[in-house]
């Protein structure tokens, strides 16, 4: 029998409290993840009404079987009938019960019925593809009269849990109405304090072993910093991921978020981006002083639930923006018009000093706007990595700030923002992955915003000199 600790009890009573659907816990590696998962599944099956299944999801078959074994142990051999072999892993009860391992695939799991429980061993290691599928089958099934399904993960962040993954944004979105979140993370600004790195890591309170472990990999990350993203992403929980494909890392935008805001003064400069087919449309504005707001308007057809659906994002991601009022919705439409745009920024920021926006899509934006000045930016490579340079200089070494009210909309359309570098060195905004699922909208309208403030005229310094 596993011997429970603190930090797995308070998740079992958290994640299984009436009105949870979801439960996560997220810890480095070497937190006893494997075992954990085999003993929810264990425990759950032993408790499971006859004919009923519980699932055990992980990358693949081959990937969770180590969660499955542990779950043998823990149930024994004499009450089971298992099957263990290449393809296939479960265990079945006399009564008809079943505790069945499944590789991460959607496909051949829709309508999930007469399933009280689900185990997901290291959701942040499957396929970018299947991986997508089978959450979006899993949370679809949520909430089903037909399915009372519970869903519980277990894993790292990585290596899928970057920004804009789902897993990362379930963990980092904290705790909701109907999620529970554990996440033990570390912070990047103290990765070699021993102290630090030890509370990161739930077991090495009561494991020597993995204490000096822990430290031997700190001394070695030190030596060489090839090491270092390694050990962040799985011994503090901070995946690195490739920064290459980043827009912002997350270090610099949170440079942006701890800076003082200042009010709004003057004009602003604003960046668009009119939406078509699926995507939103956006407004980024800069003031002179390098305060930052954003708004979205999204299409009304199909509802936001359905496009949480069809984006495979956490239930409610979108419906939180809508409640911070800085996603409206265009009630009724599948494609929002330009003049809704317009009227939202008019309502929120006034006149501007200046719109900047696609040249093709000029036309249609000037239909609505009358008498504003709108300013044409071609997309060409040279132009666009010239706005992502001055994006990236005005969030790492200022002034830009973002006030509360526009955090989330900011924050969730960068983490799903994704570049392409060419092999000349320019950098442009690209679609992640094929079905232009990622809500990457404010931040083509926010790089277009930076671009023009990085180019307007700034106000002449005065300068003082002194007589005699």
């Known amino acids: 029998m596993i011997e429970l600790q603190p930090f797995q009890r308070n998740f079992i009573a958290e994640a299984y409290r009436p009105g949870i659907d979801i439960g996560a816990i997220s810890a480095p590696r070497g937190s006893g993840k494997t075992t954990f998962t085999g003993w929810l599944a264990a425990e759950a099956f032993r408790q499971v009404e006859k004919h009923q299944e519980i699932l055990l999801v992980a990358g693949s078959v081959d990937q969770g079987r180590a969660s499955f074994r542990a779950a043998r142990q823990f149930l024994g051999e004499d009450d089971y009938r298992y099957t263990d072999s290449a393809q296939r892993c479960y265990a079945t009860r006399a009564d008809g019960a079943k505790l069945i391992l499944r590789g991460a695939s959607g496909r051949g799991l829709q309508g999930i019925v007469n399933c009280p429980l689900c185990v997901a061993d290291e959701p942040g290691a499957w396929k970018p593809v299947d991986g997508e599928l089978m959450a979006e089958a899993l949370f679809g099934a949520l909430g089903k009269p037909e399915s009372p399904l519970r869903l519980l993960m277990v894993g790292t962040l990585a290596p899928g849990g970057i920004p804009g993954h789902w897993w990362h944004d379930l963990c980092l979105g904290g705790n909701q109405e109907d999620t529970h979140v554990t996440l033990y993370q570390g912070d990047p600004k103290r990765w070699d304090d021993l102290r630090h790195i030890y509370s990161v890591n739930p077991l090495a309170r009561i494991s020597p072993d993995l204490r000096r472990k822990l430290r031997i990999e700190r001394d070695k990350a030190r030596r060489d910093p090839r090491l270092k993203g390694y050990f962040l992403s799985y011994r503090l929980n901070v995946p690195t991921g490739d920064e290459s494909t980043m827009l912002l890392t997350v270090p610099d935008w949170q440079l942006a978020l701890e800076r003082e805001i200042p009010p709004r ?201 002194l007589a005699g």
Request: charged share 30%.
């Open 265 to 465: 003064d003057g004009r602003p400069i604003v960046g668009a981006d009119l939406g078509g087919g699926r995507a939103w449309s956006a407004a980024a504005a800069l003031w002179p002083s390098g305060r930052c707001e954003a708004l979205a308007i999204a299409p009304g057809i199909p509802t936001i639930r359905e496009q949480e659906k069809r984006d495979i994002v956490p239930a409610k991601t979108y419906s939180r923006l809508v409640e911070s009022g800085r996603l409206r919705v265009a009630e009724g439409l599948r494609v929002p018009p330009p003049s809704l745009l317009v009227d939202a920024i008019r309502k929120e920021w006034g006149r501007p000093r200046a719109v900047i926006c696609d040249r093709f899509r000029i036309d249609e934006l000037a239909d609505a706007a009358g008498n504003w000045l709108l300013v044409p930016r071609v997309t060409r490579w040279s132009d666009a990595s010239a706005d992502i340079r001055a994006l990236r200089k005005l969030v790492k070494d200022g002034p830009l700030s973002v006030p509360e009210d526009s955090r989330a909309l900011l924050t969730a359309s960068l983490a799903a923002a994704m570049v392409k570098n060419d092999d000349q060195g320019s950098t442009r905004l690209v679609k992640r992955g094929s079905k232009n699922q990622a809500r990457d909208d404010v931040s083509a309208a926010l790089v277009l915003a930076a671009g023009a403030w990085d180019r307007a005229p700034k106000p002449p310094r005065l300068r003082f000199a």
